[in-house]
């Protein structure tokens, strides 16, 4: 019932707040709607037992990719808003119809999912530890599994960030 | 129902109530510490020696008038001092004031990345309240507090991380724990980390010699300067409450938390009469004491001095610090 | 209705998922487009996160670690994008962003 009742409330929020990052009028409240909108993503992580992703979450996305987001607003200073000439109502409506093909298409999957939802042990993937649901060991069965069985896959992630990291700064900077 | 709901709310509400007290005669401190240091006796008036100064200034401040710029983005200008004083104060949720589940309200296994995560929230307020007050001196002084928090908040970060291998956990009830199993605290284990994270407390809340962002011969006043009333006084609380925060981190991490000096040795044992919270608490006094005594002694950086400590000094020695604790962590 | 299964957490994730989508089809705004790239990427998250506790495995919660990362480079390189052409051209809206070069 508790849970029910968190999950709902949380479910509403989230979508709301979605929808008002995508309307909202000036981009800084577009940006002030997507932060609280990962913050009750954290929590939602949370009461799925996942509290190093909804820590790394709260770190990474809402306490650093953001703030970014929200400098590039602020300098990016507009005399005049994108929207202003452009046709609005045409772009709702393909917009919209095309949301609407997405829609029913990732309903086709859950409903065709949900009707063999039996998936074979096989699916688990093999060799990789079960997680046991002890909340106080999540961050150290995490640590295992990411620098073992996913050691290559985290180097080639840093290595991506270290490139993306130069990268942004041969752009942003005027002369090198 | 006592456990999981009552308990936990009585906990939050002393807390919040000691960590407010707690700020109001901070400044009272400060006041009368940087008085001494400059051969003045400070406030007088109000009380003996001025002591009733610090229920005064609330009073003054919650009485006066209440402006917005006409100019301002009023809805953002509303938020701003909120989204900066809220990280402030749930921080507190995981400080532990002794061994005990009655003195912390949460013991969570992320504790010092959910400090870290959460104090990282804190600058929205910053940025957001010198934007929207639609004026330029608290949008520049926005823009260099927010670039100084970042920078200051990897080389944080980075040393931290040498911490916890030293430690093996994130709890930071964990830490105060291996400290006890170690026999010596982490302040003499990691004597280069106690340095870098308290300089880097220094430069995250704005304090002298990093001050920069409120610089008032430049800037006049810094983001809040725009702000009037119980808003300033958010802006005000936040920044104090961010201060003790460092303060609680430092001590915990480098000076054995709550635990009296030398827990190991027995002949110190009639030490333990005092309760383990107060031991906390006098730890984070000391530290108080040392930010101001840092205020009232230094001059201020200039701006590209401030940033290049951060990024080429502080950075470098917090990654070298970092590789050295863990090459040192596989041979011992 | 009153169980939460891991189907009404796909149903959630599929709902942002639309919304981001949405956004990136109607708004003309980059830096927007970009933020909903961004709810796209949570909404796969959310999918990952409750399907890994539904199942006991952690491979998804180190996935969304990974997924993390991905979206912290591509907001890097992506506004960095945004700032040069800014300078260039004074602008952010998609549809002045068609010139191969300037």
């Known amino acids: 019932m508790l849970e029910a009742a968190v999950f709902y409330t949380l479910a509403v929020l989230i979508l709301g707040l979605g929808i008002l990052v995508i309307s909202?009028?000036?981009?800084?409240?577009?940006?002030?709607?997507?932060?609280?909108?990962?913050l009750l993503v954290a929590i939602l992580y949370v009461t799925l037992s996942a509290q190093f992703v909804a820590v790394i979450q709260v770190l990474v996305y809402a306490g650093?990719?953001?703030?970014?987001?929200?400098?590039?607003?602020?300098?990016?200073?507009?005399?005049?808003?994108?929207?202003?000439?452009?046709?609005?109502?045409?772009?709702?409506?393909?917009?919209?119809?095309?949301?609407?093909?997405?829609?029913?298409?990732?309903?086709?999957?859950?409903?065709?999912?949900?009707?063999?939802?039996?998936?074979p042990a096989g699916a688990r993937g093999a060799g990789v530890p079960e997680a046991i649901s002890d909340p106080m060991l999540n961050t150290e069965q995490i640590g295992w599994v990411l620098y073992t069985e996913y050691l290559i896959p985290f180097e080639v992630a840093s290595m991506l960030l270290l490139v993306a990291m130069i990268g942004a700064i041969v752009l942003a900077k005027k002369n090198l | 129902m006592l456990e999981t709901f009552i308990i936990p709310l009585l906990q939050i509400a002393v807390l919040l109530n000691a960590v407010l007290v707690a700020v109001t005669f901070m400044v009272l401190m400060e006041r009368k510490v940087m008085a001494w240091a400059q051969a003045r006796l400070g406030p007088m008036r109000v009380g003996p020696h001025?002591?009733?100064?610090?229920?005064?200034d609330p009073i003054k401040l919650i009485l006066k008038?209440?402006?917005?710029?006409?100019?301002?983005?009023?809805?953002?200008?509303?938020?701003?001092?909120?989204?900066?004083?809220?990280?402030?104060?749930?921080?507190?949720?995981?400080?532990?004031?002794?061994?005990?589940?009655?003195?912390?309200?949460?013991?969570?296994?992320?504790?010092?990345?959910?400090?870290?995560?959460?104090?990282?929230?804190?600058?929205?307020?910053i940025i957001l309240g010198g934007w929207s007050s639609n004026s330029k001196y608290p949008l520049l002084a926005s823009l260099r507090a927010s670039a100084q928090l970042i920078s200051y908040e990897i080389a944080v970060t980075m040393t931290l991380v040498s911490v916890?291998?030293?430690?093996?956990?994130?709890?930071?009830?964990?830490?105060?724990?291996?400290?006890?199993?170690?026999?010596?605290?982490?302040?003499?284990?990691?004597?280069?980390?106690?340095?870098?994270?308290?300089?880097?407390?220094?430069?995250e809340t704005n304090r002298v010699p990093f001050d920069l962002p409120e610089a008032e011969t430049e800037l006049t006043g810094g983001f809040h300067t725009e702000y009037s009333g119980m808003r300033f006084a958010l802006f005000f609380l936040a920044e104090y409450a961010n201060i003790i925060v460092i303060s609680a981190i430092v001590a915990i991490m480098f000076l054995g938390g709550w635990m009296r000096p030398f827990p190991n040795v027995e002949a110190l044992a009639f030490l333990d009469l005092i309760p383990p919270w107060i031991w906390l608490i006098g730890k984070i006094f000391l530290f108080l004491y040392v930010f101001i005594w840092i205020r009232a002694t230094l001059p201020r950086y200039r701006y590209d001095q401030l940033m290049r400590l951060g990024w080429k000094v502080l950075i470098p020695i917090a990654i070298g610090n970092l590789v050295i604790t863990g090459i040192v962590k596989v041979l011992v | 209705?009153?169980?939460?299964?891991?189907?009404?957490?796909?149903?959630?994730?599929?709902?942002?998922?639309?919304?981001?989508?949405?956004?990136?089809?109607?708004?003309?705004?980059?830096?927007?487009?970009?933020?909903?790239?961004?709810?796209?990427?949570?909404?796969?998250?959310?999918?990952?996160?409750?399907?890994?506790?539904?199942?006991?495995?952690?491979?998804?919660?180190?996935?969304?670690?990974?997924?993390?990362?991905?979206?912290?480079?591509?907001?890097?390189?992506?506004?960095?994008?945004?700032?040069?052409?800014?300078?260039?051209?004074?602008?952010v809206n998609i549809d002045e962003m068609s010139l191969m070069r300037w």
Do not use: C
Request: charged content about 10%; overall charge negative.
């Open chain 1, 24 to 38: 909202a009028r000036s981009a800084v409240h577009s940006v002030l709607f997507l932060v609280v909108n990962f």
């Open chain 1, 64 to 119: 650093g990719i953001v703030v970014l987001y929200l400098f590039v607003v602020m300098l990016v200073s507009l005399k005049r808003a994108p929207e202003q000439h452009a046709d609005t109502r045409r772009l709702g409506v393909t917009g919209a119809v095309l949301a609407g093909a997405v829609l029913l298409e990732v309903i086709g999957i859950v409903v065709s999912g949900a009707a063999r939802s039996d998936a």
């Open chain 2, 50 to 56: 001025g002591i009733l100064q610090a229920i005064v």
């Open chain 2, 65 to 125: 008038e209440d402006i917005t710029p006409v100019a301002a983005d009023k809805w953002v200008f509303t938020v701003a001092p909120i989204m900066s004083l809220v990280p402030a104060l749930v921080v507190f949720s995981v400080v532990p004031f002794g061994p005990d589940p009655l003195y912390y309200v949460a013991d969570i296994n992320v504790g010092l990345l959910f400090i870290v995560a959460v104090t990282s929230i804190g600058v929205y307020g």
């Open chain 2, 164 to 203: 916890i291998l030293t430690s093996g956990t994130l709890s930071l009830v964990g830490i105060v724990e291996a400290q006890r199993e170690a026999g010596v605290w982490f302040g003499f284990i990691q004597p280069v980390a106690f340095v870098l994270v308290f300089i880097g407390g220094l430069a």
């Open chain 3, 1 to 91: 209705m009153l169980e939460i299964t891991p189907l009404h957490y796909t149903a959630l994730s599929a709902a942002l998922f639309i919304i981001g989508v949405i956004g990136v089809l109607v708004r003309r705004n980059i830096i927007i487009i970009f933020m909903s790239i961004e709810l796209i990427l949570n909404a796969v998250n959310i999918n990952l996160v409750a399907l890994s506790s539904q199942l006991q495995n952690l491979v998804g919660q180190v996935f969304v670690v990974f997924v993390i990362a991905v979206a912290a480079a591509e907001a890097a390189v992506g506004l960095g994008i945004i700032i040069a052409f800014y300078r260039n051209k004074e602008t």
